[in-house]
């Protein structure tokens, strides 16, 4: 491997015709050159000058290396323009995985002010539950992952990834909006044990059913999705009701339904997760700043 001062000091060497003139345009002493010299033809492991009288004239090698030199250093140049940009946040990249709740409530306003305050800065969005969300991060292959956990439901966390709470988000109940319980501003989950169900996810259906075996009952679950706008959807067609977390009561979108909290009050928690050298990354620190900002204008902060 090329030592990149070794090339450059070479490339005046043979723009300039001697290692004293190459020496002053760069600054150095006429035997740093030299010795500079001495170490690049170590490095490729032949000569690459001849003396001719006072002059120098290039080897095989030498002419060989000459051929290359422009190229090597214009790359190197082009890369540490690129590695400036991305450090002062005029370009660069940040991979952010969530579970789909959070993906429609918390992450578009942290992206439009990524996007208005450092437009070079791509924030590319994936979706994922945890735990698969959280191994996604520990191998790098997301830079930030948004997850959730229940009280005694949380997922295992890699060491490597350093944790930051967002929030605390209370369970409601979506009830059609002509349900006689609808009319209350809180529903008990023990006055529900008789309806159908609605499930979501596995974790959250694995919560849910853990609360219901604490209120006495089993619920009778029609069917299961993971969606939900789909969710919704059967809620307002009569097909059962629903327990969700109430990040989803910003994207309503159904007139005939209606969202209540539900007793006792459970609440999901949610994190932000970064492997810890990610975070010495400009873009990927300012991004989890943006998304924390963003989740403190949400429920339960």
Not at 80 to 106: E, K, M, N, W, Y
Not at 156 to 185: I, K, Q, S, W, Y
Not at 199 to 216: I, M, T, V
Request: with cysteine; net charge neutral.
């Amino acid at each position: 491997m090329f030592d990149s001062r070794y090339i450059k000091t070479f490339h005046d060497v043979v723009r300039t015709g001697s290692y004293t003139a190459a020496a002053r345009s760069l600054g150095l002493t006429q035997p740093a050159v030299s010795q500079q010299m001495k170490a690049l033809e170590r490095d490729v492991g032949t000569p690459l000058f001849t003396r001719v009288g006072r002059g120098l004239r290039l080897t095989e090698a030498g002419e060989a290396l000459t051929r290359h030199t422009t190229a090597i250093l214009d790359s190197l140049t082009a890369a540490q323009h690129q590695i400036d940009a991305i450090a002062r946040l005029r370009s660069g990249r940040v991979r952010v995985c969530a579970f789909p709740s959070a993906a429609a409530t918390i992450l578009p306003g942290a992206m439009a002010r990524m996007a208005a305050e450092h437009p070079g800065v791509r924030v590319e969005l994936m979706e994922n539950e945890p735990p698969e969300s959280l191994r996604l991060a520990a191998r790098g292959e997301c830079d930030i992952a948004l997850a959730f956990g229940y009280p005694g439901l949380r997922a295992d966390v890699p060491e490597e990834l350093a944790e930051f709470r967002l929030l605390e988000d209370p369970l409601t109940v979506l009830l059609p909006v002509g349900h006689p319980l609808a009319r209350r501003r809180s529903v008990r989950l023990a006055d529900l044990a008789g309806e159908r169900w609605i499930a979501g996810c596995p974790r959250c259906g694995a919560n849910f059913l853990q609360a219901c075996a604490e209120e006495g009952f089993t619920p009778d679950v029609a069917c299961t999705t993971d969606d939900n706008l789909v969710m919704q959807s059967l809620v307002a067609a009569g097909v059962g009701i629903a327990v969700v977390p109430a990040l989803v009561l910003s994207f309503l979108c159904h007139s005939k339904v209606t969202g209540r909290i539900l007793e006792p009050h459970t609440r999901r928690q949610v994190y932000a997760y970064v492997l810890r050298d990610h975070l010495r990354i400009p873009a990927t620190a300012l991004m989890l700043d943006e998304i924390r900002a963003a989740a403190e204008n949400k429920v339960g902060c």
